[in-house]
């Protein structure tokens, strides 16, 4: 078959593709940067935390966010809490379960499905007090970004919070993230434009606290509001 006839993979089979076969790769990549102690202790340190929330882990990959959010509310003895994930690659969400054997976290309901196409999820997926994603929409082309915070603001509730963690635009992370993960790089700029335009009315850019201040050199930590 000639490479005109072959057919073009979409950008979520690629992507699906990438973390398919880098699964234990990513694990120990984020491992090595302390990413999930970094996540940790920025939950543990912020305002949005209460008891009785609900909570969606928008792609959420090896588990890292939903395990720092459930280890930060545990630390501040804000449990219970209700959690939904999902993610695109079925081989991560295998990977999450293999740790929720060693650290479980009750109420936890997850799913595979794609942010483009959230009318996947189960029925009962709305009215979140809180939705993260972290290190995962910069896989989009950035022209459907808009569309995906779009669809994920309608799942919050009025007052609800969204808290974004994304790879920033910088010369070491052109190398880094773009080029070894294939992701796209964000500035302050377009963020603050994606993020009106998909109707998110307040906004604000925060850090990750000491001792893991250096994550902030990968991304752009973002708290917005409807």
């Known amino acids: ?20 076969a880098r699964t234990r790769l990513y694990d120990g990549f984020i491992r090595v940067l302390r990413y999930p102690q970094g996540l940790q202790r920025f939950f543990e340190q912020a305002d949005m935390l209460r008891p009785h929330l609900k909570i969606l882990d928008a792609g959420c990959g090896t588990g ?24 695109l ?27 483009l196409a959230l009318d996947q ?37 009025p007052d609800g919070t969204f ?18 993960w294939h992701a796209n790089l964000y ?4 963020l603050e434009a994606v993020l009106e335009q998909a109707g998110f009315t307040t906004r604000h850019f925060a850090k990750f606290p000491a001792p893991y201040s250096y994550l902030n050199w990968w991304g752009h930590v973002v708290i917005a509001r409807c």
């Open 64 to 87: 890292a966010t939903t395990l720092a959010l459930h280890a930060a509310l545990e630390a501040r003895h804000l449990l219970p809490a209700h959690f939904s994930a999902f993610d």
């Open 121 to 157: 999820l189960p029925a009962t997926w709305h009215e979140y007090d809180l939705i993260v994603s972290a290190a995962m929409l910069e896989y989009l082309p950035k022209a459907r970004l808009v569309e995906a915070l779009a669809g994920l603001r309608r799942r919050l509730k």
């Open 187 to 190: 500035t302050r700029a377009e």
């Open 1 to 20: 078959m000639s490479n005109s006839l072959k057919p073009v993979k979409s950008n979520s089979q690629l992507v699906r593709g990438l973390y398919s």
């Open 89 to 115: 690659t079925p081989l991560m969400l295998s990977r999450f379960r293999e740790k929720l054997v060693r650290r479980p976290v009750p109420h936890l309901e997850m799913v595979a499905a794609d942010v």
């Open 163 to 180: 808290v974004l963690f994304i790879s920033q635009q910088s010369i070491w992370m052109n190398w880094l993230i773009r080029r070894w």
